[in-house]
T-cell receptor
Framework: QKEVEQNSGPLSVPEGAIASLNCTYSDQGSQSFFWYRQYSGKSPELIMFIYSNGDKEDGRFTAQLNKASQYVSLLIRDSQPSDSATYLCAVGSGNSGYALNFGKGTSLLVTP | GAVVSQHPSRVICKSGTSVKIECRSLDFQATTMFWYRQFPKQSLMLMATSNEGSKATYEQGVEKDKFLINHASLTLSTLTVTSAHPEDSSFYIC????????????FGEGSWLTVV
């Protein structure tokens, strides 16, 4: 059973702070890792993907991957109230034409 | 980024009838499309994977005769829920990937199905 685990939250951070979202996965063969943001009643929106160990930065977002620990995280700097959403961690076993296994998501609340 | 469009965004149908949901990749060729279902406050659950021109591969527990998937072209996949029941009411989401999308997976807007 390939599992992707996330803390359901809610994670509450004040506006301007750094939000840290964590995800662990069970399949050691996983090769691709994604973070999606999902607003209530809407489809997931891709934020970032990461394939290699280390950090990947894109604007206010930084994804961190540690394959040895089977751990991937998402940091959101200068959090804004509009960042309040559910963040889904997704893990894939390939790099082409593969399905993703999703965690249940972490609810983030950024308070003004 | 790439665009994947779903239609209809919301549909209500009577119990026992069938309803079709379309998923289109608008600016890339989607060699693979995926259909997910999401119940309220639950994660996305993969229903099936379809490759263009091939039969869909269904996940365990998903009835292939009830959820008909067709992926006849590189830009269109359809999901038909046959003989719908109220418990089929859910948020159905497609996603697509292909070389021209950089192999990144993009999601459609989702379709809310309510069976009454």
């Amino acid at each position: 059973q390939k599992e992707v685990e996330q803390n359901s939250g809610p994670l509450s951070v004040p506006e301007g702070a750094i939000a840290s979202l964590n995800c662990t996965y069970s399949d050691q063969g996983s090769q691709s890792f994604f973070w999606y943001r999902q607003y209530s009643g809407k489809s997931p929106e891709l934020i970032m993907f990461i394939y290699s160990n280390g950090d990947k930065e894109d604007g206010r977002f930084t994804a961190q991957l540690n394959k040895a620990s089977q751990y991937v995280s998402l940091l959101i700097r200068d959090s804004q109230p509009s960042d309040s959403a559910t963040y889904l961690c997704a893990v894939g076993s390939g790099n082409s034409g593969y399905a993703l296994n999703f965690g249940k998501g972490t609810s983030l609340l950024v308070t003004p | 980024g790439a665009v994947v469009s779903q239609h209809p965004s919301r549909v209500i149908c009577k119990s026992g009838t069938s309803v079709k949901i379309e998923c289109r990749s608008l600016d890339f060729q989607a060699t693979t499309m995926f259909w997910y279902r999401q119940f309220p406050k639950q994660s996305l659950m993969l229903m099936a994977t379809s490759n263009e021109g091939s039969k869909a591969t269904y996940e365990q527990g998903v009835e292939k005769d009830k959820f008909l998937i067709n992926h006849a072209s590189l830009t269109l996949s359809t999901l038909t829920v046959t003989s719908a029941h109220p418990e089929d009411s859910s948020f159905y989401i497609c996603s697509a990937s292909g070389r021209s999308s950089g192999n990144t997976i993009y999601f459609g807007e989702g379709s809310w199905l309510t069976v009454v």
